[in-house]
């Protein structure tokens, strides 16, 4: 323990949050001023509490008690050290964060505008706090003072009264009984001003206040061992002791210590038979710490199965480029070579050979004494990935993903904070795993927008990942893959900020699957009215026939759709900001999000006339009723959010498609993402236009990534395949190059459009949005906040700098709140951030992956 220093530097939980600033704003129409998320809070160290940095502590925080993180041990303090309180106690015994996760969560609360404490928060286990309650009680003062009425205020005589009823009261429910008591509400009964008066009572020592600490939510899980002691004569066992004849069988089998549950299943035998064994000094029991094991579910042990069968236990001999790619990655392991930056972006084509890249790279980190954390998108839906991790490195993986329990993640942590685990595969919070040896991160299918975090502390993985291995130097290395890199990504490699490898061609000799391209407009024009082409109906129809499995994608995003002519393709466009409308059908208007344009809904095409102009929007059940009525024999199965609710739905439902207990899977966008099933020689997307016409910049690169992706499935075995795209714009650019699988063109036109219109990589983008259950407020208050940034772009002297907005933002209407989005555009935005304050109601996301 480092006690040198006298004072401890604490970011302190609920001490400093942006909506606080509603307590700052007492001028309705002023420039909110700035408040230092980053602040922290010095205290005293007591001589008998040792402390380090990452120590989870407890302190006094305005006479209400908060858990905090040690950030620091100073020697002086910016206020006169007499005034300081002294830390109240440790909450673990062992510091929780290391020095390199202090300051990485330092820069994450600088860039991402967000408290100090909750970008700690992110580094640590689920369920790792403990509840700290404030007890109110009366001082003996106090109670000498409740006989004297006129010494105290009526507020302050309400909570005496309480305390002398009741004796002890937490503070919410001295809070609770204060507004019941005095009839308030609002401000005069807020838990603020309780709180208020209690600092007042306290400092007149009429009340004292004592920290009460709960148990953690989530504890060490105990289970019942048995093991034998002694040889039993089975000889003399007859009749109805063959019970115990079984389970002395299975706890020879066991060989030692055995979870007792396991050993009643083997003999199919009842707890009493362990029991009466115990009794007689044969089998030994005891209560143990027992691991929650994610990789034992059955799913997931199944696939694993299936993966060591396959062989993806032993690794395979290299291709030319998966060489010459892996060459690089350890040369920069090994200092032989500098990337920029310590990254480097692997381009590779769908089955190129990507993970056998990252399986080998993270061996030689392994053999080199390092650690690696792997990181795919939204794991639960890439069984796959952690299968084929788990059979290579049998015993030495960890999982942390939203699918675990807490009870699960809790455990893997702890593993990972041991040195149990030396490769963490998991989604985007894997990025902080506590590793101390880390040297190589991986960042699997790098452009997929889940890496970005939309609630809370809205981080990137991608970007926390890259400043992650900066802070450790030269000895950690970050490993971009994908097959259609993010446009960002792609540009930082072509100006030296990352190396580029390159993987153009598939791994056997297999050629990338063609596609063909289906104008619906012409299948109208024909008289085919259905959702299904003709040649995507012919493909079902010879894949069912053949004994193989067909995939179908549905583009969707959300339930806002767009208005297309059928006849013509002509799509409804914003005159002043040239991006689609969005139909809402609760108005029944076309409305633009971004310059707040409102009109209705044409009844013709104003290109061709046509009356074959609506709006767009169809869900899977729909495409699974249709192929179930068309091809009655086929086996169909949907895969899409409402289909996966219940733990382990992504990994049966694959399991079972894996099995060929289905001929036709139906799905969105899952099903676009790491899968690799040999018996699909089908996939066909039934409206590859829906994502184009979101009304976000990047849709469409979104397009692109995702058709590559889902045509990627097919073809990786080398059987005859077939991949169709429906679509009404064949001509665009997205669609084109997906079809050609030619990712070069795609950066072209793609990077040409962002420079045009001041899109990143060429600008920065801060996104606001506004929410409130009154509209007309909504739209007030987003118009006033909208000059609060103006003049905070004054004071900032950020040059070149605009506002997109003030509008409604895309969800117009979410859970009964309004929303109303302003995007402010332009370099070096942070300073912005220093000198404005978003108030109450806004919430503040940096870099966002999405600006619908």
Same mark, same amino acid.
């Given at each position: 323990?480092?006690?040198? *220093?006298?004072?401890?530097?604490?970011?302190?939980?609920?001490? @400093?949050?942006?909506? #606080?600033?509603?307590?700052?704003?007492? $001028?309705?129409?002023?420039?909110?001023?700035?408040?230092?998320?980053?602040?922290?809070?010095?205290?005293?160290?007591?001589?008998? @509490?040792?402390?380090?940095?990452?120590?989870?502590?407890?302190?006094?925080?305005?006479?209400?008690?908060?858990?905090?993180?040690?950030?620091?041990?100073?020697?002086?303090?910016?206020?006169?050290?007499?005034?300081?309180?002294?830390?109240?106690?440790?909450?673990? =015994?062992?510091?929780?964060?290391?020095?390199?996760?202090?300051?990485?969560?330092?820069?994450?609360?600088?860039?991402?505008?967000?408290?100090?404490?909750?970008?700690?928060?992110?580094?640590? &286990?689920?369920?790792?706090?403990?509840?700290?309650?404030?007890?109110?009680?009366?001082?003996?003062?106090?109670? /000498?003072?409740?006989?004297?009425?006129?010494?105290?205020?009526?507020?302050?005589? +309400?909570?005496?009264?309480?305390?002398?009823?009741?004796?002890?009261?937490?503070? =919410? #429910? @001295?809070?609770?009984?204060?507004?019941?008591?005095?009839?308030?509400?609002?401000?005069?009964?807020?838990?603020?001003?309780?709180?208020?008066?209690?600092?007042? @009572?306290?400092?007149?020592?009429?009340?004292?206040?004592?920290?009460?600490?709960?148990?953690? *939510?989530?504890?060490?899980?105990?289970?019942?061992?048995?093991?034998?002691?002694?040889?039993?004569?089975?000889?003399?066992?007859?009749?109805?002791?063959?019970?115990?004849?079984?389970?002395?069988?299975?706890?020879?089998?066991?060989?030692?210590?055995?979870?007792?549950?396991?050993?009643?299943?083997?003999?199919?035998? *009842?707890?009493?038979?362990?029991?009466?064994?115990?009794?007689?000094?044969?089998?030994?029991?005891?209560?143990?710490?027992?691991?929650?094991?994610?990789?034992?579910?059955?799913?997931?042990?199944?696939?694993?199965?299936?993966?060591?069968?396959?062989?993806?236990?032993?690794? =395979?001999?290299?291709?030319?480029?998966?060489?010459?790619?892996?060459?690089?990655?350890?040369?920069?392991?090994?200092?032989?070579?500098?990337? &920029?930056?310590?990254?480097?972006?692997?381009?590779?084509?769908?089955?190129?050979?990507?993970?056998?890249?990252?399986?080998?790279?993270?061996?030689?980190?392994?053999?080199?004494?390092?650690?690696?954390?792997?990181?795919?998108?939204?794991?639960?839906?890439?069984?796959?990935?952690?299968?084929?991790?788990?059979?290579?490195? &049998?015993?030495?993986?960890?999982?942390?993903?939203?699918?675990?329990?807490?009870?699960?993640?809790?455990?893997?942590?702890?593993?990972?904070?041991?040195?149990?685990?030396?490769?963490?595969?998991?989604?985007?919070?894997?990025?902080?795993?506590?590793?101390?040896?880390?040297?190589?991160?991986?960042?699997?299918?790098?452009?997929?927008?889940?890496?970005?975090?939309?609630?809370?502390?809205?981080?990137?993985?991608?970007?926390?990942?890259?400043?992650?291995?900066?802070?450790?130097?030269?000895?950690?290395?970050?490993?971009?893959?994908?097959?259609?890199?993010?446009?960002?990504?792609?540009?930082?490699?072509? +100006?030296?900020?990352?190396?580029?490898?390159?993987?153009?061609?598939?791994?056997?000799?297999?050629?990338?699957?063609?596609?063909?391209?289906? #104008?619906?407009?012409?299948?109208?024009?024909?008289?085919?009215?259905?959702?299904?082409?003709?040649?995507?109906?012919?493909?079902?129809?010879?894949?069912?026939?053949?004994?193989?499995?067909?995939?179908?994608?549905?583009?969707?995003?959300?339930?806002?759709?767009?208005?297309?002519?059928?006849?013509?393709?002509?799509?409804?466009?914003?005159?002043?900001?040239? $991006?689609?409308?969005?139909?809402?059908?609760?108005?029944?208007?076309?409305?633009?999000?971004?310059? #707040?344009?409102?009109?209705?809904?044409?009844?013709?095409?104003?290109?061709?006339?046509?009356?074959?102009?609506?709006?767009?929007?169809?869900?899977?059940?729909?495409?699974?009723?249709?192929?179930?009525?068309?091809? &009655?024999?086929?086996?169909?199965?949907?895969?899409?959010?409402?289909?996966?609710?219940?733990? *382990?739905?992504?990994?049966?439902?694959?399991?079972?498609?894996?099995?060929?207990?289905?001929?036709?899977?139906?799905? +969105?966008?899952? $099903?676009?993402?790491?899968?690799?099933?040999?018996?699909?020689?089908? /996939?066909?997307?039934?409206?590859?236009?829906?994502?184009?016409?979101?009304?976000?910049?990047?849709?469409?690169?979104?397009?692109?990534?995702?058709?590559?992706?889902?045509?990627?499935?097919?073809?990786?075995?080398?059987?005859?395949?077939?991949?169709?795209?429906?679509?009404?714009?064949?001509?665009?650019?997205?669609?084109?190059?997906?079809?050609?699988?030619?990712?070069?063109?795609?950066?072209?036109?793609?990077?040409?459009?962002?420079?045009?219109?001041?899109?990143?990589?060429?600008?920065?983008?801060?996104?606001?949005?506004?929410?409130?259950?009154?509209?007309?407020?909504?739209?007030?208050?987003?118009?006033?906040?909208?000059?609060?940034?103006?003049?905070?772009?004054?004071?900032?002297?950020?040059?070149?700098?605009?506002?997109?907005?003030?509008?409604?933002?895309?969800?117009?209407?979410?859970?009964?709140?309004?929303?109303?989005?302003?995007?402010?555009?332009?370099?070096?935005?942070?300073?912005?951030?220093?000198? $404005?304050?978003?108030?109450?109601?806004?919430?503040?996301? /940096?870099?966002?992956?999405?600006?619908?």
């Amino acid at each position: 323990m480092n006690t040198a *220093s006298p004072l401890a530097e604490i970011a302190v939980n609920q001490a @400093l949050r942006p909506a #606080d600033s509603r307590r700052l704003l007492p $001028i309705p129409n002023a420039p909110a001023p700035p408040a230092d998320l980053l602040a922290t809070f010095h205290y005293r160290i007591p001589a008998d @509490l040792g402390l380090s940095v990452g120590h989870h502590v407890w302190v006094d925080f305005n006479h209400r008690f908060l858990q905090g993180i040690v950030v620091g041990l100073n020697d002086t303090a910016p206020v006169a050290e007499a005034r300081l309180k002294p830390v109240g106690g440790l909450l673990h =015994p062992q510091p929780m964060l290391t020095a390199e996760q202090i300051s990485l969560a330092r820069w994450i609360s600088e860039h991402y505008h967000c408290a100090l404490y909750d970008a700690l928060n992110l580094m640590l &286990p689920r369920g790792f706090e403990q509840k700290l309650r404030t007890v109110v009680t009366l001082t003996a003062r106090g109670k /000498v003072t409740r006989s004297d009425m006129r010494l105290v205020g009526p507020a302050q005589r +309400t909570i005496l009264d309480l305390l002398k009823l009741h004796g002890e009261l937490t503070l =919410p #429910d @001295l809070a609770a009984h204060y507004r019941q008591s005095r009839g308030v509400s609002g401000e005069d009964g807020s838990a603020e001003r309780v709180r208020e008066v209690i600092s007042q @009572l306290a400092a007149r020592e009429l009340v004292e206040l004592t920290a009460r600490l709960d148990s953690a *939510s989530v504890r060490v899980k105990q289970a019942r061992y048995v093991r034998l002691l002694d040889d039993y004569p089975e000889a003399k066992l007859t009749g109805n002791q063959q019970r115990t004849v079984a389970a002395l069988k299975a706890l020879r089998d066991a060989d030692g210590w055995a979870i007792a549950g396991e050993v009643q299943k083997r003999a199919t035998v *009842s707890i009493a038979v362990l029991h009466a064994l115990a009794k007689k000094g044969i089998v030994e029991s005891s209560e143990r710490p027992i691991r929650r094991d994610p990789m034992t579910r059955t799913a997931t042990a199944t696939l694993r199965e299936f993966l060591e069968a396959s062989g993806a236990a032993t690794p =395979p001999t290299l291709t030319v480029a998966q060489a010459a790619a892996l060459r690089r990655v350890l040369d920069c392991l090994d200092g032989r070579s500098n990337a &920029p930056g310590q990254t480097l972006l692997l381009h590779g084509v769908t089955s190129s050979g990507k993970t056998e890249v990252y399986l080998q790279a993270i061996d030689h980190v392994l053999a080199n004494g390092g650690q690696a954390i792997v990181l795919v998108p939204e794991i639960s839906l890439t069984p796959q990935t952690v299968g084929r991790f788990a059979a290579r490195f &049998p015993g030495r993986l960890a999982v942390l993903h939203s699918g675990l329990s807490d009870g699960e993640r809790h455990d893997e942590w702890q593993r990972i904070a041991k040195g149990e685990a030396d490769i963490v595969v998991g989604a985007r919070s894997a990025v902080f795993a506590p590793l101390p040896r880390l040297q190589l991160i991986v960042i699997d299918e790098e452009h997929e927008s889940s890496y970005k975090q939309d609630t809370g502390v809205r981080y990137n993985a991608r970007a926390v990942a890259v400043k992650r291995a900066a802070l450790l130097g030269t000895r950690a290395l970050v490993l971009l893959g994908s097959a259609t890199p993010d446009v960002e990504s792609y540009q930082r490699a072509m +100006t030296a900020q990352y190396g580029l490898l390159e993987m153009p061609e598939r791994v056997g000799d297999f050629a990338m699957p063609p596609v063909q391209v289906v #104008d619906m407009r012409a299948e109208l024009r024909s008289g085919n009215a259905s959702m299904f082409s003709r040649a995507l109906y012919e493909g079902i129809e010879r894949t069912l026939a053949t004994g193989k499995q067909a995939i179908l994608f549905l583009n969707r995003r959300g339930t806002a759709t767009f208005v297309m002519c059928r006849e013509c393709g002509f799509v409804v466009i914003c005159p002043a900001c040239e $991006i689609p409308m969005a139909y809402h059908g609760d108005e029944g208007v076309m409305l633009c999000h971004r310059c #707040d344009r409102r009109t209705y809904p044409p009844t013709s095409c104003p290109k061709c006339q046509s009356r074959k102009i609506k709006h767009f929007g169809a869900g899977t059940q729909k495409v699974v009723d249709e192929v179930s009525q068309l091809f &009655p024999a086929a086996r169909v199965m949907r895969w899409d959010r409402d289909a996966t609710t219940a733990r *382990s739905a992504h990994d049966e439902i694959l399991g079972r498609f894996v099995r060929g207990d289905a001929d036709v899977m139906v799905g +969105t966008q899952m $099903i676009a993402k790491g899968l690799d099933i040999p018996a699909v020689t089908m /996939v066909g997307v039934v409206s590859a236009d829906t994502a184009l016409y979101l009304p976000d910049f990047r849709a469409g690169e979104r397009t692109f990534q995702l058709l590559t992706l889902v045509a990627g499935r097919a073809g990786r075995r080398g059987d005859p395949t077939t991949v169709i795209f429906q679509t009404y714009t064949p001509e665009h650019y997205a669609i084109a190059a997906a079809s050609a699988h030619d990712y070069a063109s795609f950066y072209r036109q793609e990077i040409f459009f962002r420079q045009d219109k001041r899109y990143p990589p060429f600008a920065e983008l801060i996104s606001f949005v506004y929410t409130s259950s009154e509209e007309a407020a909504c739209k007030l208050e987003a118009e006033r906040f909208a000059r609060v940034l103006k003049h905070g772009l004054e004071r900032a002297r950020i040059a070149n700098a605009d506002l997109i907005g003030p509008a409604p933002a895309f969800v117009r209407k979410d859970n009964g709140r309004y929303r109303w989005q302003i995007i402010v555009r332009g370099l070096g935005l942070s300073p912005l951030l220093r000198e $404005i304050v978003a108030p109450h109601g806004w919430s503040v996301d /940096v870099d966002p992956g999405s600006v619908l």
